[in-house]
């Protein structure tokens, strides 16, 4: 095969392929060539920090070689066998999720990502309760499927309405734009108490689960105050009503925990998740389940299958990503080098006039940016596009959010990244939020 140049390679997949969320004739992609460890390169050697891990799921770096060892090795050895046989891979796989899981979350039905993961999670719970709604928060994303996206929140759901009935939702518990109006020294956690009033009105008879990110993701990486999933628990356990905690994206060391949920000491009754579990490296979903709901199907039909269901490859990945997070101590980085990061953000946020808040958990991190800090004004977004354009040219690739949710750069890089990776693209990000500074000036 002849080589391309960068400009070929773009044409074609312009041409003869679809993005993602994006209207197709304004995208611009990077023609990316090879990544090593924070870093990827384009097709003309430009070299990129890595500060969003491509999407909050590179969470080992790039091409890390035990990985991509186990890979080819599982692939010279079995690819894929109908999901109704059993491997090595899936069996250990399923031993070593049952071990890291909070609780007593043992059982594990596989899926190919985060979305199938949430849409066998609906399933799972209306069959273990026989009831058949599902409360979940507005500044949410659980996938684009039919299922996960009834039950996301923010604008990707309005766009294709009508969507599975049974979806309900409620407000977040987002302390700098408090939806109650809150202040922090009276705060007295309606965010809290409305979840329960919204259960009254919907009939708790009829709510099968609640499913809420461990720290919501792309809609504003909002961490919720000590007591909220506590609380919610509390609830769920009131009614009857299963707990079901989305960590697709904010799960495998994203927070210096396996699980954000493990923060809060809180035991879901169902996990789902994919991204990290395989770094990206090979498509992987999962939904853990408590021992109750497990054993509920020893004698009743789970109705529920995929061609895909414990793909050897990606269980073989998933084995060795997990050991690479724990022979590297990948979580224990994601708090030191996090607690740094954090640091940084707050002197980042008092030199720029643009910046409304900061925040961060291990290295899941954003920058929200305002017209004013007393209003939190919006950032408009070609102002968001500039910002984004002085992070390109300087070589930093990150994800931005520029919508009616708000206005932020996200900082969430490999968990394998230094003290002086995190400086570097920093220093490029500062560069861009002085252009955000002359314009909400």
């Not at 023609?31 to 097709?43: I, Q």
């Not at 979305?115 to 058949?132: D, P």
């Not at 999962?286 to 529920?304: G, H, M, Q, T």
């Amino acid at each position: 095969m002849s080589k391309l140049t960068s400009q070929e390679v773009v044409r074609l997949n312009r041409e003869y392929t679809f993005f993602s969320w994006s209207v197709q004739g304004q995208v611009n992609p990077i023609p990316v060539e090879r990544a090593e460890g924070v870093y990827f390169w384009d097709a003309d050697g430009k070299r990129y920090l890595d500060f969003s891990s491509q999407l909050m799921n590179t969470n080992v770096g790039h091409q890390h070689p035990k990985v991509v060892k186990a890979i080819q090795e599982q692939a010279a050895k079995l690819c894929f066998v109908h999901p109704g046989n059993a491997t090595v891979p899936r069996g250990l796989l399923g031993k070593k999720l049952a071990e890291i899981s909070p609780g007593n979350l043992k059982k594990t039905f596989f899926a190919l990502g985060g979305a199938e993961a949430n849409e066998n999670a609906i399933k799972i719970a209306r069959f273990y309760t026989g009831r058949h709604k599902i409360l979940a928060r507005y500044r949410s994303y659980h996938g684009a499927t039919h299922g996960a996206i009834a039950l996301t929140g923010d604008y990707r759901r309005l766009a294709v309405e009508p969507t599975m009935p049974g979806g309900v939702h409620f407000l977040d518990p987002f302390c700098y734009r408090c939806p109650f109006g809150a202040e922090e020294k009276s705060c007295k956690r309606q965010c809290i108490s409305h979840v329960e009033e919204v259960i009254t009105y919907e009939g708790p008879d009829k709510i099968a689960a609640i499913i809420m990110e461990g720290v919501v993701g792309s809609n504003g990486l909002i961490i919720p105050p000590d007591d909220y999933w506590p609380r919610i628990r509390e609830i769920c356990n009131k009614y009857g009503i299963l707990l079901i905690s989305d960590e697709v994206m904010s799960g495998w060391g994203r927070t210096g925990k396996w699980f954000a949920v493990d923060h809060w000491g809180v035991t879901p009754d169902m996990i789902t998740t994919a991204k990290g579990i395989t770094s990206g490296y090979v498509p992987l979903g999962a939904v853990i389940v408590s021992e109750p709901i497990a054993k509920f199907f020893d004698d009743k039909y789970l109705c529920a299958g995929l061609t895909y269901n414990g793909h050897a490859l990606a269980c073989a990945a998933a084995l060795a990503t997990i050991e690479v997070y724990e022979e590297e101590h990948l979580m224990e980085n994601s708090i030191t080098q996090g607690k740094y990061l954090g640091r940084a953000l707050e002197d980042i946020k008092t030199r720029h006039s643009s910046v409304g808040d900061v925040r961060c958990i291990g290295l899941f991190s954003t920058i929200e940016l305002v017209t004013n800090r007393v209003q939190k004004g919006i950032v408009a977004p070609p102002v968001m596009a500039e910002v984004g354009k002085v992070l390109r040219q300087n070589g930093l690739f990150t994800f931005i959010m520029a919508n009616n949710m708000g206005s932020m750069v996200f900082i969430v890089p490999p968990l394998c990244i230094t003290r002086e990776q995190l400086d570097e693209g920093l220093a490029i990000i500062e560069k861009a939020l002085e252009v955000a500074d002359k314009a909400v000036a």
